[in-house]
């Protein structure tokens, strides 16, 4: 099973920034979704933004736009997401995942088979 690897996260005050880092073992070839998931203290996994590897195109989730931008680099090995203007709702573990996954289901957890571990952002108020 594919492994990925988080790094990045940290603890920050309302209104700063992190990049979080995404390494894909060779995973992200040209077609694969890679997105970002955070999942927060007693609740759900939710789908933060996603990149299509092959066309770089983006989606995000209307908390997020705007403050957040997911980039990949020119190899297509490793995938970013820069956090801008964070505050306190944004605190949760993040988590990076790959797989197939069409476009409409970008935000479902169970359409991937590739995870990370995880790396937990903290932004307090």
């Known amino acids: 099973q594919v492994q990925l690897r988080e790094s990045g996260g940290g603890s920050v005050q309302a209104g700063g920034s992190l990049r979080l880092t995404c390494e894909g073992s060779g995973y992200f070839d040209n077609n694969k979704r890679v997105t970002w998931f955070r999942q927060a203290p007693g609740k759900e996994r939710e789908g933060v933004a996603t990149?299509?590897?092959?066309?770089?195109?983006?989606i995000y989730d209307s908390s997020v736009k705007g403050r957040f931008t997911m980039s990949q680099d020119n190899a297509r090995t490793t995938v970013y997401l820069q956090m801008n203007t964070l505050g306190p709702e944004d605190t949760g573990v993040y988590y990076c995942a790959a797989g197939v996954v069409v476009s409409n289901g970008w935000y479902r957890a169970g359409m991937y088979d590739a995870w990370g571990q995880g790396t937990q952002v903290t932004v307090s108020s």
């Open positions: 990149i299509w590897t092959g066309s770089g195109n983006t």
